[in-house]
Every structure is written in C-alpha cells, then in structure tokens.
T-cell receptor
Framework: QKEVEQNSGPLSVPEGAIASLNCTYS??????FFWYRQYSGKSPELIMS????GDKEDGRFTAQLNKASQYVSLLIRDSQPSDSATYLC????????????FGKGTTLSVSS | DAGVIQSPRHEVTEMGQEVTLRCKPI?????LFWYRQTMMRGLELLIY????????DSGMPEDRFSAKMPNASFSTLKIQPSEPRDSAVYFC????????????FGEGSWLTVV
C-alpha cells in the first residue's frame, strides 16, 4: 500500500527562525510531489509543487526532493505567526500522477 | 472564477439515515476527487473521476459508500446507511487535466452521525 509519512509534531519555532518539515514516501515510481497548508477548520491549499530532484524556491518557501532517498522536505524561512498551520505532504500515486495521496500532516506553531 | 462548491457545509444526522454530499467542480476541470479527513486517519482518498468516469474507487471504505458523477459539473457522495464512524470532513477537489496540475479543494462538508 502506498504511504506518505510525516512527523505529526507539533513543531514549534520562534518568529524569524527556519522551520523544516519532512516527508517520506513509499512508492518509488512517484513523480510529482506537493506541499499543502491547512489552517484549522479550513481546506488544504497548495503551497508548492516539485517534480525534479533538488531545490525549488518560492519566496520564503523552499521545497527539496531526493527521489533516491524517497524524501521531500519544506523549509520556511523567516517564519511568521501566520505560518502556524498543518502542512500536508502529497504524492502523485502513479506515473501519471493522476491522484494524490496525503500524509497526515505536521502541525507547525510559530511563536511571536 | 468560483471555486469548488460543496453542500451541505454541515450536517448532523442519526445513525442509519442516508447522507448525500454534493459537489460542483471548478468549470473546465475534468478531474474530480472525494477525500475524507479525520484526526486519526488524516486525509484519505475515497474515489476520483476523470471526464466523469470513475478511475479508482479502492479508497471507498465499504459498500455503504457510493459516488456518482452524472455530468461534468456535478458529483455526489452517498452514505447509506450512515454510522457514527463515518463522522468526518468530506472534501471534494477538482483539477484541470489528468495530472500534474494543482488540485483545488472545496471548503468541505462536516458530517456528524449520532
């Protein structure tokens, strides 16, 4: 069974620090990877997608992918209290990436 | 453009009753997904459709659950009979194209079965 694993947290960081969120996946054939953010009581919203090994940066966010290690991470620089949320790692479940399987999420708390 | 629209937003029902959740995907999106979210199990994929055709329903927990997509702008998820363990948030999501693009979620239907 295809699985996506995340540390549930909570991960607590002070304002301005770097938050590091990690994810591993079981399906070696996966080709597409996503990070979603979910505020309490709200629906998930996409932060970043990544398809190739290496780093992808978008503002304060950097996604990192290592397919050989089946590992995806998300770095949030200069963390803000508004970043406090649950971060969901999602993986495309076949070569076509037709649907996404989600991890259970990591709860991030940024203190001011 | 309007996002994914789900109804009802909240429903409380008694065990044994039929529950029907409704979803209108974003116009022009041809892939539609039903997910269920609980604290214990996280966000689980129940079923997804491409061009109104069910592609994979292996996540549907049991025969009490059924989903249909009669046209490109409407889908239903039905639970009959409902049980307390079905209490969860049910999300509908849609995407333009079969893969790679962003999946957009609706606001969810919060179901409580008592």
């Amino acid at each position: 069974q295809k699985e996506v694993e995340q540390n549930s947290g909570p991960l607590s960081v002070p304002e301005g620090a770097i938050a590091s969120l990690n994810c591993t996946y079981s399906d070696r054939g996966s080709q597409s990877f996503f990070w979603y953010r979910q505020y309490s009581g709200k629906s998930p919203e996409l932060i970043m997608s990544i398809y190739s090994n290496g780093d992808k940066e978008d503002g304060r966010f950097t996604a990192q992918l290592n397919k050989a290690s089946q590992y995806v991470s998300l770095l949030i620089r200069d963390s803000q209290p508004s970043d406090s949320a649950t971060y969901l790692c999602a993986v495309g479940i076949n070569q076509a990436g037709t649907a996404l399987i989600f991890g259970k999420g990591t709860t991030l708390s940024v203190s001011s | 453009d309007a996002g994914v629209i789900q109804s009802p937003r909240h429903e409380v029902t008694e065990m044994g009753q039929e529950v029907t959740l409704r979803c209108k995907p974003i116009s022009g999106h041809n892939s539609l997904f039903w997910y269920r979210q609980t604290m214990m199990r996280g966000l689980e994929l129940l079923i997804y459709f491409n061009n109104n055709v069910p592609i994979d329903d292996s996540g549907m927990p049991e025969d009490r659950f059924s989903a249909k997509m009669p046209n490109a702008s409407f889908s239903t998820l039905k639970i009959q009979p409902s049980e307390p363990r079905d209490s969860a948030v049910y999300f509908c999501a849609s995407r333009r194209g079969p893969s790679g693009n962003t999946i957009y979620f609706g606001e969810g239907s919060w179901l409580t079965v008592v």
